[in-house]
């Protein structure tokens, strides 16, 4: 990470904690505003087709029982990020989380009782300073690969993609250009995945090879490596991006999220979020294309109804054909998984699926 | 055996209700048996027939009477016995040194002399007694001096002490022993006395003059047997609820085996003396209406009334005269029976001012609380004087007060120390109309908890006196008090009075533990906010953190005032003098 860019995140953590020093001094209850993340402080910017963070803050007090422990914690971990940000090492959330985690004056209380706990606070620390969790020097869990027609500089080490075994690239959680750079690139596209299973059938058929393209997965919900990772290419190498996802609501959803950003994690949108993301499928139009999906199909159980509905609503999903698609599965009642197309035969997603629908353009934007 | 039975329960009836003569020591059969004239007819075959069974029928004295009921009195059992014993000296010692004037200091001393049998001494600092009274006084039931009048004080039938030295001779046989003093000039008078229960006639086994270091008082030695008791009914108890009450009296108190104990006086300040008042029309019953016609030493109806009630003017005199359709001017000794009768009626319906109640003189709030602070360890102390009410035509006053928290036990029902006459009263407090009313009234209101129909759990102490007159006890060994509904009506506004107060006070201190938690949040946690501000800002840790502690204490200062609270009524309503005119003693 950059010096200046380090500087100014430390600038603004010593900042906060002044005017908290201040207040105190002062003999009055001090507070840090908190930038709201729930979905009532999310607006929907169509022009830029991104989910943006509204204004809405939630001032926290020191002196008001509820709020007196997160405060405490939130300075906390502040004073952890200015020690990892100055000793230029960067921590595992988790490890953050043994870092802060200590008996609180003599009692059986601790700091943190759970990570979960330590995890919300470091998202009220990014945004209450306006920086990413990637600028504080933490990290998330690896949790993504890549395989694909390129070559990387990850850390000074080149990286070619296009030689990564069946394992591929793990992409690391702090993909700035600071640390990874784009070199050599012949892909015309990227290929997101929502699983593994796909993304190593794609590999072993080297897809990504016939087809010139950037092969990645996220095991699911895609961390924020890999939706920062894409960001880049789209912005840097001006590449289009297909997400290829279960047909059901959590598919959907994902890529809901990697086009227009999460609520929780809306003040990142303008970094992660990639607009010009298409949705390639799978479609619950897919089945009167290819009529044997009819024996694979899953009943939609109560939960995914209720999603569906949620989903139905949302601001970012009021296209025609994307509320078409949607009560289409309603109306079906029935779901289905990228697993599922092994059904016709192995490789019929490699050689057949996905070149027909690239060829006809057939995406949901 | 028929008419024997009968007899107590007309003592009884007489006890129960004002009097004015000395005519009750020893009551002779309705019906004495007389022999028949016409002794030579024959008689019907009876088992045993009327003349057999008059040679069985004869007088029967208080003192016997007394020798096979005792529990009547107080003395059901060994324990109570030696309790009652005490009691009854020390009410007798208070009264008779208030009556002088002088601030009362008892001494109490109970020694073990064999496995079951005791030897109690009560000595007090009062005016001492004639020689010539001490006999009568000690050795003969029903004799005293505060049955015939109506006087707010704590012995009312000169039964008590008479009833221990009796409950003493016939347990261990020996006399009672009292040595009494008038002055300084004067010699001390040695006395041991013997009460002939047939007769109730004292008997005296010794009259010595002796050398005593008291300048005036009474020292009075019981031996009888008993049983010593230091849970539940002690001695030690009593003296201490005495004590809350009375909080003018000094008391050393030796027990049997173990070091003396001295209580001191919280207050220097005698209690005003009680005015001597007449009865109220309202309160007199036919019967004794009957009697006092036959003892007045009126000669006109008219003048009767007037004279011989409280409140009587003679208009209210002619008033009931006509509406008895009796002349005011009538002979006392020439009105009928059946005149009695109308003239009772016509009391009742008569208007009649209610009694003066001057003559109840009350503990007080401040002395209650002083006599409370100075025996019972609390948080908080509350107390309460109501103003004089009338039952029956009998004017009484009601108090309450009450001590909470501290080291009162929180888990058990409220302790009640029921007074009367600033008397306590130890037993059967779940016939009495105070445990009653305290039940009544409806302590969740005033934050305690309460079983249904029970009294409140709470670390707490009640305390109840009703002064009057004449107190309603339901029987002669004055344990509980009768349920009149204006007497229970009193108790309950005394206490809800006490529970507001009381409510105020729990709320306070719920609050200040609130807030206490507060503050122990905000300083548990300021440690390592100030640390991580340091961190980040380089100022002083432990700077910051007494601004942390110093701003923790400012938001929560209500935590602060923790000292013991004490809630007195705005303005202590006093008692009447005399002159009101409002309740009309029905």
């Excluded at chain 1, 989380?97 to 943190?112: G, H, I, L, P």
């Excluded at chain 2, 008219?302 to 208009?315: I, N």
């Excluded at chain 2, 609380?369 to 004017?395: C, E, H, M, W």
Aim: charged share 30%.
């Amino acid at each position: 990470m950059s010096s200046k860019t380090s500087k100014a995140v430390i600038q603004r953590l010593r900042g906060a904690a002044g005017e908290v020093v201040k207040t105190i001094q002062k003999g009055k209850n001090p507070s840090i505003g908190i930038p709201l993340r729930t979905l009532a402080n999310v607006k929907w910017n169509e022009k830029r087709f991104i989910i943006e963070m509204g204004n809405a803050k939630q001032e926290r007090f020191f002196f008001n029982v509820s709020m007196a422990k997160k405060f405490m914690q939130t300075f906390l971990v502040a004073s952890s990020c200015q020690d990892l940000i100055e000793s230029q090492k960067s921590a595992s959330i988790r490890e953050l989380f043994y870092m802060t985690k200590r008996s609180v004056a003599d009692t059986k209380e601790n700091t943190f009782e759970e990570q979960d706990e330590s995890d919300e606070i470091i998202e009220d620390v990014e945004v209450a300073v306006n920086a990413l969790r990637e600028e504080l020097n933490l990290k998330a869990a690896k949790k993504g690969s890549l395989v694909g027609d390129i070559t990387i500089v990850d850390k000074g080490d080149t990286i070619d993609a296009r030689r990564m075994g069946s394992g591929g690239w793990a992409i690391p959680s702090i993909v700035e250009p600071e640390i990874i750079q784009f070199r050599k690139c012949d892909a015309k596209f990227v290929l997101l995945v929502e699983k593994d299973a796909l993304w190593e059938r794609l590999n072993e058929d080297k897809f990504w090879q016939k087809h010139k393209c950037i092969l990645l997965t996220g095991n699911g919900q895609p961390p924020r490596g890999i939706r920062r990772l894409l960001n880049r290419f789209v912005t840097e190498l001006k590449l289009p991006v297909y997400v290829f996802v279960d047909n059901d609501p959590w598919g959907y959803y994902i890529y809901s999220v990697v086009k227009q950003g999460s609520i929780n994690l809306a003040y990142e949108s303008i970094r992660m979020a990639v607009p010009q993301a298409k949705f390639i499928g799978l479609s619950s139009y897919d089945r009167e294309s290819y009529p044997f999906l009819d024996e694979v199909d899953i009943k939609l159980e109560e939960q995914d109804i209720s999603r569906a509905k949620q989903i139905l609503e949302y601001p970012w999903f009021q296209k025609k054909e994307w509320q078409r698609e949607i009560r289409n599965m309603l109306k079906t009642g029935v779901k289905f998984e990228l697993e599922a197309l092994a059904k016709k035969r192995i490789s019929f997603v490699s050689e057949e699926y996905l070149p027909k629908k690239i060829k006809d353009k057939d995406f949901l934007d | 055996m028929k008419k024997t039975k009968k007899k107590p329960r007309r003592m009884i009836a007489a006890h129960a209700v004002p009097a004015r003569k000395e005519t009750l020591p020893v009551l002779k059969p309705v019906d004495a048996p007389e022999t028949d004239s016409s002794a030579e007819a024959p008689l019907p075959k009876f088992r045993r027939n009327a003349v057999e069974m008059a040679t069985k029928q004869r007088e029967i004295s208080v003192s016997e009477f007394f020798s096979k009921n005792r529990h009547l009195l107080g003395f059901s059992n060994p324990t109570k016995a030696m309790l009652t014993a005490v009691k009854e000296a020390v009410d007798n010692s208070l009264d008779a040194c208030e009556e002088a004037g002088v601030l009362p200091e008892v001494k109490v001393e109970v020694k073990q002399v064999a496995e079951d049998r005791f030897r109690i001494a009560v000595e007090d600092n009062g005016p001492g007694i004639v020689r010539a009274q001490i006999p009568k006084i000690f050795g003969k039931l029903l004799y005293g001096s505060k049955f015939h009048r109506l006087k707010m004080s704590r012995g009312q039938q000169g039964i008590g002490i008479s009833a221990a030295g009796l409950y003493g001779q016939l347990t261990t046989g020996k006399p009672m022993q009292i040595i009494s003093r008038i002055g300084p000039k004067r010699p001390a008078h040695y006395f041991e006395i013997h009460i002939d229960t047939a007769k109730n006639n004292p008997e005296v086994l010794k009259d010595e003059e002796r050398p005593w270091e008291k300048e005036h008082g009474t020292r009075v030695e019981i031996e009888m047997e008993g049983r010593y008791s230091k849970a539940g009914h002690s001695i030690e108890d009593y003296l201490k609820q005495t004590l809350i009450a009375n909080p003018h009296v000094r008391v050393e108190y030796q027990p049997p085996g173990e070091p003396a104990a001295t209580y001191e006086r919280a207050s220097d300040a005698l209690p005003a003396e009680p005015r001597e008042i007449k009865p109220h029309p309202y309160g007199v019953e036919l019967g004794i209406l009957v009697k006092m016609l036959k003892e007045t030493k009126s000669h006109w109806v008219k003048g009767f009334l007037t004279s011989e009630f409280c409140r009587v003017s003679p208009r209210i005199a002619e008033e009931i005269c006509q509406r008895a359709l009796i002349k005011p001017e009538m002979r006392v000794r020439r009105v009928s029976r059946e005149e009695v009768d109308r003239i009772f009626r016509a009391i009742q319906e008569t208007k009649i001012m209610a009694p003066p109640t001057d003559c109840i003189v009350p503990i007080g709030e401040e002395k209650l609380l002083a006599g409370l602070k100075n025996l019972i360890q609390a948080d908080f102390y509350t107390a309460t004087t109501r103003t004089p009410s009338v039952y029956r035509g009998n004017p009484f006053l009601i108090e309450a007060g009450l001590a909470y928290g501290g080291a009162l036990p929180a888990d058990e029902p409220v302790q009640l120390f029921r007074y009367a006459n600033r008397v306590p009263l130890l037993y059967q407090k779940s016939a009495c109309a105070i445990t009653e009313s305290v039940i009544e009234v409806d302590w969740r209101n005033y934050a305690l908890q309460q079983p249904k129909k029970s009294v409140p759990i709470a670390p707490a102490i009640f305390i109840i006196h009703i002064a009057s007159v004449w107190v309603p006890f339901t029987s002669e060994s004055k344990e509980a008090v009768a349920a009149y509904p204006e007497i229970m009506k009193e108790i309950k506004l005394a206490l809800m009075d006490c529970g507001r107060r009381l409510q105020g006070h729990i709320r306070h201190q719920r609050r200040q533990e609130n807030e206490l938690e507060r503050r122990s949040i905000f300083e548990k946690y300021s440690g390592i906010l100030a640390q991580s501000l340091h961190e980040l800002t380089g100022t002083s840790a432990s700077k910051l953190q007494e601004d942390l502690k110093r701003i923790a204490k400012k938001t929560t200062g209500l935590a602060e005032d923790a000292a013991v609270q004490v809630a007195l009524a705005p303005v202590a309503p006093a008692p009447s003098n005399g002159n009101d005119g409002g309740g009309n003693g029905k």
